[in-house]
């Protein structure tokens, strides 16, 4: 059985894309030839997985929508999209209902049924609400079903919205800068609830449902004097699923200061700081939530080339390490996420999707 356990098997698809499974180590699937992995999302019923990949090679153009099975991993479809995608953030969405999926690119936002048929565009340079320079970077899903589009321009970041049918919904809804957005997921698993960070040391965060926003100085709290993007206090944002905390991933500037902060979102206090890694050079690059709030996983990195993945029960405080890059390259990448289970955490590392088993 162990034997068979370690064996690696290679199931091709007809979209040259790889499915290599060893036990062991993590799960990987790879991008089709000439693409690389862009963006991920789990269907709300844990069923299904959307992989978006950007094609960074000759003669190779455009994205490539996929959706396959959870947890085989086997296509259902795919389809091919001539527009790129240009950000570091995942461009791909499931709606609240699991019915239909939504692909930002950089000038429009495309909405598939769950069956692969393309059912709507939004041109969203038409929006008088985006620039021409602006660069969209994900879309969520709100619960209500509309569809929120963080947006870049030129450093500073804010939201447009669009309703069921397209239309575009309110005003631009500012949110902070650019310079928390590298590894984070700033939306809460349902899309209802949006963390962002301006000025290096205020967090903020958005109830889309609402409209409220609130907002936090932690200048003291934190403890950094940031001077630069390389040296920004907060590197990483996550929220919990009922938008009851938010997770800050810091960097380190002198020994024991904390690299996590959990927040409350209500009054602004810290619940606890917790240190998941030695060495002073180190931040915490990536945060995310499991999908029923208990567990928070972490990947703290001494570089951009070198982090260890770490799992903290909420409950029970206890931290594990879960994978190390120097044991494992593909234990380092972004859009870090929990399957819908909490049975594995996702990521993406170039043109490979990994699946780290989440230790029981």
């Known amino acids: 059985m162990k034997t068979l356990r ?27 030839s000439g693409y690389r992995c862009a963006g991920m999302a789990f269907s709300p019923d844990g069923s299904a997985l959307a992989m978006a990949y950007d094609a960074h090679k000759s003669p190779h153009r455009g994205m490539v929508l996929e959706l396959r099975a959870w947890p085989s991993l086997k296509r259902r479809w795919r389809v091919e999209v001539e527009e790129g995608y240009g950000s570091i953030m995942s461009p791909v969405a499931f709606s609240p209902g699991g019915d239909e999926l939504a692909l930002l ?28 320079e ?39 809804i500012p949110v902070g800068d650019e310079s928390w957005i590298s590894w984070s997921r700033p939306f809460s698993a349902d899309g209802r609830f949006l963390a962002y960070v301006e000025e290096f040391h205020v967090v903020g965060l958005v109830d889309l449902v609402t409209g409220e926003v609130k907002k936090w100085d932690l200048r003291e709290k934190l403890g950094v004097k940031p001077s630069g993007a390389w040296l920004r206090a907060v590197w990483g944002v996550a929220v919990h699923p009922q938008g009851t905390e938010i997770a800050l991933g810091l960097r380190a500037d002198q020994p024991g200061l904390p690299r996590v902060i959990r ?27 499991s999908r029923d709030g208990s567990l928070l996983a972490a990947m703290a990195c001494s570089s951009p080339f070198k982090g260890t993945l770490f799992l903290r029960s909420l409950a029970t405080g206890e931290l594990k390490p879960v994978c190390d890059s120097e044991k494992d390259e593909r234990c380092l990448g972004h859009h870090l996420t929990f399957s819908p289970q ?11 999707a990994v699946f780290v088993e989440v230790p029981e």
Do not use: M, Q
């Open 6 to 32: 370690w064996a690696i098997c290679f199931v091709v698809s007809a979209t040259l894309a790889i499915v290599l499974t060893s036990c062991g180590g993590p799960r990987a699937l790879r991008a089709p």
């Open 105 to 132: 690119t950089r000038s429009r936002l495309r909405r598939y049924a769950v069956k692969g048929e393309l059912i709507g565009e939004i041109p969203i340079r038409n929006d008088p609400r985006v620039a021409e």
């Open 263 to 289: 927040l409350d979102a209500v009054s602004g206090e810290v619940i606890e700081e917790f240190l998941p890694a030695e060495g002073e050079d180190a931040f915490i690059c990536a945060l995310t939530y």
């Open 134 to 172: 602006d660069i969209p970077l994900t879309v969520r899903y709100v619960p209500d079903g509309s569809l929120a589009v963080l947006v870049d321009r030129d450093g500073s970041l804010f939201l447009v919205r669009y309703g069921r049918e397209g239309n575009p919904s309110g005003d631009a």
């Open 342 to 352: 909490a049975r594995y955490l996702a990521l993406l590392h170039g043109d490979r």
